[in-house]
C-alpha cells in the first residue's frame, strides 16, 4: 500500500480527513448548529470512502502485477 499513501489525491485527502476530525472534535465542545455538524460528519465520511476506494484500486491494481 506504499505506492498509494505517497500519491498526491490521497495525502489531500488524508489533510483534509484530519482537518474534518478535529473540526467535529472542536465544535464537540462549542454551540453549534446540529446542521454544521451533520455536514462536517457527511464531509468525513465521503472523504473516508474516497480513501477506502483509492486503497482498494490500489490493491486491484497491485494483485494484477503479480499475476
Given at each position: 500500500?506504499?505506492l498509494?499513501?505517497?500519491?498526491?489525491?490521497?495525502?489531500?485527502?488524508?489533510?483534509?480527513?484530519?482537518?474534518?476530525v478535529?473540526?467535529?472534535?472542536?465544535?464537540?465542545r462549542?454551540?453549534?448548529s446540529?446542521?454544521?455538524?451533520?455536514?462536517?460528519?457527511?464531509?468525513?465520511?465521503?472523504?473516508?470512502r474516497?480513501?477506502e476506494?483509492?486503497?482498494?484500486?490500489?490493491?486491484q491494481w497491485?494483485?494484477?502485477e503479480?499475476?
Amino acid at each position: 500500500m506504499s505506492l498509494v499513501i505517497l500519491s498526491p489525491l490521497y495525502q489531500r485527502l488524508k489533510g483534509k480527513h484530519e482537518g474534518i476530525v478535529l473540526a467535529l472534535d472542536i465544535i464537540n465542545r462549542r454551540d453549534v448548529s446540529p446542521a454544521s455538524v451533520r455536514w462536517l460528519i457527511k464531509e468525513k465520511e465521503d472523504v473516508e470512502r474516497q480513501i477506502e476506494e483509492r486503497v482498494r484500486e490500489y490493491e486491484q491494481w497491485h494483485e494484477g502485477e503479480e499475476e
